[in-house]
C-alpha cells in the first residue's frame, strides 16, 4: 500500500510540473509579441502584449486536468476508507469472539472448583473408609481373641461340655459377624475408590477443557489486536494521503489565483465587484451550512477547508475535503449534504466562480 501511495504522489508531482510547463508554453505561444517604436530624443522601447483569451484557456484546461487528477485520487481515498470499515467490523467480530470465550473460561472455571470440591468429599470418604477397616480389623482381633479363649475354655471345661459348647456358638456368632462387617467394609471401600477415579476423570478432563478454551481466547486476543492495528494503519494512510491532495489543491489554487488576479486587474472596477459578490455570496453559503451543523465539545479549537462543486441552479454535486480535521470535516460535509441546493445570483460571472467554490469552517 506504502509503494502505491508513493507512486501516487509521484505522479501527482509530475502532474503537477507538467502543468505549468504547458501553462507557461501557452503564455509563450499566445503572446503576441508586437515592437513599438519611439524615437523621440535617439531612445527604443519594446513591449510585449499577451492576450488573455489564450491565457484563460489554457488555465481552464489545466483546471480540467486537475480535476481529474482530483477524482482519480478522491476514488483512491475512497477504497482506503472502504477498506478501513471492513477492518473495524473484523476487529468488532473478534471482540465479541473475545467475550464468549471469556464466558466459556468462567463455566470452566466453575467446573474445574466443583470437581475440586467433589475430589475433597472422596477424599474425606476415603478417610472414613479407612477408619472402618481399622474397627473392623480390630473387631476381627477381638473375635479372633475371644475365639481363641472360647476355645481354650472349651478344652479345660470338657466337663462342662453344654456350657462350653454354648460358648463355642457364640464365638462362631462373633466371628461371623465380625466377617460380614468386614466384607461389608471392603465393599464400601471398592464403591469408594471407583468413585474417586471417575471424579479425578472428571477433573482432568475439566483441565484439559479449559486449557483448550484458555488457547482459544489467546487467539483471539492476538487476532483483534493484529485487526486493530491494520485499522489504525490504513486510518493513517487515508489521513496522509489526503494532507497530500490538500497540498496540491493549495499550490494549484495559488497558481490559479496569481493568474485570475491579473486578468481581474485588466477587467478593473468589473473583476473587483465579482469578487466582492462571490465573498458575499461565499458567506451567505457558510450561514446556510451552520444551520444544519451538528458539532460538539471535543471538536473546539479545530478547522477544516470544503471544495463544492455547484450546478448553475445551486445544485450541489459533489462536496470534498481540502484539508483540516477529519472529525470536522465529516460533520461539515454532512451538513453541506442536507442543504443539496444553494441560491445563486443572476449574475453569470458570480455563478460562474461560485460553482467550484472553496469554504472554511472553524470551531
Not at 482432568?204 to 486493530?228: F, H, I, N, W
Request: hydrophobic share 35%.
Amino acid at each position: 500500500m506504502k509503494k502505491n501511495e508513493n507512486t501516487s504522489y509521484s505522479g501527482a508531482t509530475i502532474i503537477s510540473v507538467l502543468l505549468h510547463a504547458a501553462l507557461f508554453g501557452g503564455l509563450l505561444w499566445g503572446a503576441d509579441f508586437t515592437k513599438v517604436s519611439h524615437q523621440p530624443a535617439g531612445q527604443s522601447i519594446e513591449a510585449v502584449v499577451i492576450d488573455p483569451s489564450v491565457v484563460n484557456e489554457q488555465a481552464r484546461k489545466i483546471r480540467q486536468q486537475r480535476d481529474e487528477a482530483k477524482r482519480q485520487e478522491s476514488d483512491r481515498l475512497r477504497r482506503l476508507e472502504q477498506q478501513a470499515d471492513q477492518l473495524e467490523k473484523q476487529r468488532e467480530q473478534e471482540e465479541k469472539r473475545l467475550r464468549e470465550l471469556r464466558a466459556e473460561k468462567l463455566a470452566a472455571e466453575k467446573e474445574a472448583r466443583e470437581a475440586e470440591t467433589e475430589r475433597k468429599r472422596i477424599s474425606e470418604a476415603r478417610k472414613k473408609e479407612a477408619e472402618e477397616q481399622r474397627k473392623a480389623k480390630e473387631a476381627t482381633r477381638i473375635a479372633q481373641e475371644k475365639s481363641a479363649a472360647a476355645e481354650a475354655e472349651r478344652q479345660r471345661k470338657v466337663a462342662e461340655q453344654l456350657k462350653a459348647e454354648e460358648a463355642a456358638k457364640k464365638a462362631e456368632a462373633e466371628r461371623v459377624r465380625a466377617e460380614q462387617e468386614r466384607k461389608k467394609a471392603e465393599a464400601e471401600r471398592e464403591r469408594q475408590l471407583a468413585e474417586k477415579k471417575r471424579a479425578e476423570e472428571e477433573a482432568r478432563k475439566a483441565e484439559e477443557t479449559r486449557k483448550r478454551k484458555l488457547a482459544e481466547q489467546k487467539k483471539a486476543e492476538e487476532a483483534a489486536r493484529k485487526a486493530e492495528a491494520a485499522r489504525v494503519e490504513a486510518e493513517r494512510k487515508a489521513e496522509a494521503a489526503r494532507k497530500k491532495q490538500a497540498e496540491q489543491e493549495a499550490a494549484l489554487n495559488e497558481l490559479f489565483s496569481g493568474l485570475e488576479s491579473e486578468s481581474a486587474n485588466r477587467g478593473s472596477a468589473r473583476g473587483r465587484q465579482i469578487a466582492d459578490e462571490v465573498a458575499e455570496w461565499s458567506g451567505r453559503f457558510v450561514g446556510i451550512i451552520q444551520q444544519n451543523w451538528r458539532v460538539d465539545q471535543s471538536m473546539d479549537g479545530q478547522k477544516c477547508r470544503l471544495n463544492l462543486k455547484l450546478a448553475p441552479d445551486g445544485l450541489l454535486i459533489d462536496v470534498s475535503t481540502l484539508s483540516g480535521s477529519s472529525a470536522l470535516c465529516r460533520s461539515a460535509i454532512a451538513s453541506v449534504q442536507k442543504v443539496s441546493k444553494f441560491p445563486m445570483p443572476s449574475d453569470t460571472d458570480v455563478v460562474a466562480k461560485l460553482r467550484d467554490l472553496n469554504l472554511n469552517f472553524e470551531r
